[in-house]
């Protein structure tokens, strides 16, 4: 996964938990000009202690896939929502 699909993911599941910007910087102390700039793919490097504390808000964690595998059902089903 790209940094800027990262960002699009992350911002569709902030999105679905109904909370703003500024209430994960309230969460999770990062400020809100960061969660923009990850969010919409305008930031190079993003250190991962960072993202893990995002999805962790969110209900979520990172996990290591190979690459280029054919999705599971169960990811192209996620995508679908």
Do not use: A, C, H
Request: charged share 40%; hydrophobic share 30%.
């Amino acid at each position: 996964m790209k940094l800027k699909e990262l960002g699009i993911q992350i911002k569709k599941l902030r999105k679905e938990k109904s909370w703003s910007q500024d209430k994960l910087e309230e969460y999770s102390s990062i400020t809100k000009r960061t969660i923009s700039k990850i969010e919409n793919g305008f930031i190079d490097e993003v250190g991962i202690k960072k993202v893990d504390m995002i999805l962790d808000l969110l209900g979520y964690e990172i996990s290591i896939r190979p690459k280029n595998r054919p999705k599971t059902l169960e990811e192209l089903q996620d995508e679908k929502q």
